[in-house]
């Protein structure tokens, strides 16, 4: 009876530290915990797992809910506990203390939350522990020494924190240990601890970006049942010791970005198992033999991914490329010193989704195999010594998204067959000698996010199913080329960034619709001859950071609208026929003076412009217009009763027969156009009586006209 009491009562307190955890939830999207009531046995509670026979909680698993507030301390008094899986979920603070209570817990997975503080020392009476799972979170502090007496564990990962100090030697007590995970961490700059390396039964090993330095340990070559090794983003460096042969099962290597150096050990041919393999961004060289690594991962037949770019190999491209796995999807050689033709065989490889080659000495021809992969989906092959013609065979390569041809010395035309890649985004062929139109058949390219035709030799407009290509998203540049024509189609690129159309022959006014582009942020248009107004509306381009008018035959005034577009911060409107005042309001106040010079008819007496006339002629306004035509008719009559009186004087002093009255009668329109408009060329002087012009009537006379009161 008492025992029967006292089970109830262990009973009662595990209830009671599951409610207390419900209770400090403040959020559950997924109502996770909704059923969590004394109204029923909490060992039917979602989550909850509990043993047969005493009915206690052995297991709460509540990965993924989403799940906010502080971890509860009272889960402490879960004293039959086994797993507590709280991974990927909100919960913040500290990690309660009261959990090293558990001394039955064997899985403690707190992975993926918002924890902070340090690892709890009570922890030290976990000894049971197989795993532990506190990756992806915020926590302080060092690892503690304490984990290495913790004979049990296989599982240990304290990855993406920003725990300090550095890796501790104790680590290499833990002979179970399988999978060590300590990658993104801040830990002081610090050399791998060689005690590692008795930890045999390691399978995975992750140490990336973690101020690592100094060698690869010789003994490492011990960890014969490595399958992962994850060490990049680091500053290891020296040689990659020769033992590492002895990892016969591995299958994914990860050394990138760091300080390697020597040539790439030969012995890697042996692990048959491998299938990722990144050396990228290290110092290896190639070696007197050139690349006899490619030669030796022939008999990877698993590989699926191989990385060897930015580094400093050199020699020739081996034929043996063709014969690598069928499996291989990534290869990168980028950024090293590989000269040589593309081999043919490399067209074997059908599996391939990724090449990239660029930066590199290659010459020759593009060979026309690549073409005709049927997976490939990214191709990089900018920056180097290629000649000849863009293979026509690219059209059959459906599945290509990427073509990168950039900084070589191809030529010829643009292959109309490119317009068959219907997954085609980025089409970056800035920088040859390309020649001939642009083809029409690229407005099939539905899906071009991105079009760099920029520094070649191409003639013609731009064909309207180009420009009309409505779901071009990063930029359209086709500068430096002999281009010509309207652009009135550009205005349907409704959601592209950038549009550079700059240094061709394109003519014409710009389009006011080109407003439509409303995601535009950069354009440039300068160096070709476009005229007439600049449009009012590209003022409706609220995101645009840079526009470029300069070098065209631009006339009429910068509109004043452009005062309103907050994002502006470069406006160049240089070598131009604009005219009137330079505003100096919003995007204006930062201009400098080299970006309005060369348009002679600008004022503004700022920026080195000369100060506005007085006279507000060039936009007269309404007022104006009826107060000059009423004050000249009143001083024409004026005159002409005065000649009047004078004629009648002389008249009755004279027998000389009366005088021809004069002025004729002029109308104001006439002496508009006589005066010029009253332009200020035609302006003799201002004096007390008002401003005098100089006219020339359509009959030749030239009159002079006292304008009194006119400003």
């Known amino acids: 009876m008492a025992e029967s009491h006292m089970a109830e009562s262990s009973n009662h307190s595990d209830e009671q530290a599951l409610m207390a955890f419900k209770a400090a939830i403040s959020h559950d999207p997924y109502n996770s915990l909704l059923h969590w009531s004394p109204n029923h046995t909490f060992c039917n509670w979602p989550a909850i797992t509990c043993s047969s026979r005493r009915q206690r909680v052995v297991s709460l698993n509540l990965t993924g809910m989403g799940l906010l507030g502080p971890i509860s301390p009272f889960l402490g008094n879960l004293s039959f506990l086994r797993v507590l899986d709280l991974k990927t979920n909100s919960f913040q603070g500290h990690i309660p203390y009261q959990l090293g209570r558990l001394f039955r817990l064997r899985w403690l997975r707190l992975s993926l939350n918002n924890l902070s ?196 190999l050199t020699g020739v491209l081996p034929t043996s490329v063709g014969r690598l796995s069928n499996s291989l999807s990534a290869l990168s050689l980028d950024r090293n010193e590989i000269g040589g033709n593309i081999p043919n065989e490399i067209g074997n490889l059908t599996n391939l989704a990724t090449l990239d080659l660029s930066a590199n000495r290659f010459n020759g021809t593009i060979p026309s195999a690549l073409g005709k992969l049927p997976n490939l989906e990214r191709l990089y092959l900018e920056a180097n010594n290629l000649q000849g013609r863009i293979p026509e065979s690219f059209g059959q390569s459906i599945r290509l998204g990427l073509l990168s041809l950039s900084e070589n010395m191809l030529s010829g035309q643009i292959p109309d067959s490119l317009g068959e890649l219907a997954q085609l985004r980025d ?7 390309l020649s001939g139109k642009i083809p029409a058949s690229l407005g099939k390219c539905k899906t071009l996010e991105m079009v760099d035709f920029s520094h070649n030799k191409l003639t013609g407009d731009i064909p309207p199913e180009v420009a009309g290509l409505q779901n071009l998203q990063l930029y359209f540049n086709v500068s430096n080329n002999f281009l010509q024509g309207s652009i009135l189609e550009m205005s349907k690129m409704v959601m592209v960034l950038a549009i550079d159309l700059s240094q061709n022959n394109f003519s014409g006014v710009i389009p006011s619709a080109l407003a439509s582009c409303k995601g535009l942020e950069h354009l440039n248009l300068s160096w070709n001859a476009f005229e007439g107004p600049i449009p009012a509306s590209l003022a409706d381009l609220q995101n645009l950071q840079d526009m470029d008018l300069s070098r065209n035959n631009l006339s009429g005034m910068i509109p004043v609208t452009f005062k309103k577009m907050k994002m502006l911060r470069h406006l160049n409107l240089s070598s131009n026929k604009l005219t009137g005042e330079v505003p100096k309001e919003g995007a204006f106040a930062t201009l400098d003076a080299s970006e309005v010079m060369g348009n002679l008819g600008l004022c503004g007496g700022w920026i080195n412009l000369p100060p506005c006339p007085h006279s507000n002629h060039k936009q007269p306004s309404v007022s104006k217009k009826v107060i000059i035509p009423v004050i000249v008719g009143i001083a024409i009559l004026i005159m002409s009763l005065l000649l009047v009186v004078f004629s009648y004087i002389l008249w009755r002093h004279s027998s000389t027969p009366a005088l021809n009255v004069w002025p004729p009668k002029i109308s104001y329109e006439e002496l508009v156009d006589a005066t010029g408009g009253f332009s200020d060329e035609n302006l003799l002087g201002i004096g007390s009586f008002g401003s005098v012009y100089k006219g020339i009537l359509k009959n030749g006379t030239i009159i002079v006209l006292a304008e009194n009161a006119m400003h």
């Open 117 to 312: 503080g340090s690892i709890p020392p009570e922890f030290s009476l976990l000894s049971n522990l197989e795993a532990i799972g506190l990756g992806g979170n915020k926590l302080t502090g060092i690892i503690p020494p304490f984990l290495g007496n913790m004979s049990l564990l296989k599982i240990l990962d304290l990855s993406e924190n920003t725990l300090q100090g550095g890796i501790p030697a104790e680590l290499g007590m833990l002979s179970q240990l399988n999978w060590l995970n300590l990658c993104i961490n801040n830990f002081n700059p610090s050399s791998i601890p060689l005690p590692l390396s008795n930890c045999t039964r390691l399978q995975t090993l992750e140490l990336c970006d973690n101020n690592l330095n100094g060698p690869i340990p010789w003994e490492f070559g011990r960890l014969s049942e490595l399958q992962k090794v994850v060490l990049w983003q680091n500053q290891l460096s020296e040689e990659i010791p020769c033992s590492v042969g002895n990892w016969t099962q591995l299958e994914a290597l990860d050394l990138g970005i760091n300080q390697l150096s020597g040539t790439v050990p030969l012995e890697f041919g042996k692990m048959q198992q491998l299938r990722w393999f990144y050396l990228w961004g290290n110092n290896f060289v190639s070696g007197s033999s050139g690349l006899p690594i490619l030669t030796v991962l022939t008999n990877c037949s698993s590989l699926e991914i191989l990385e060897l770019g930015y580094n400093h």
């Open 427 to 433: 089409l970056i062929l800035y920088r040859n000698q």
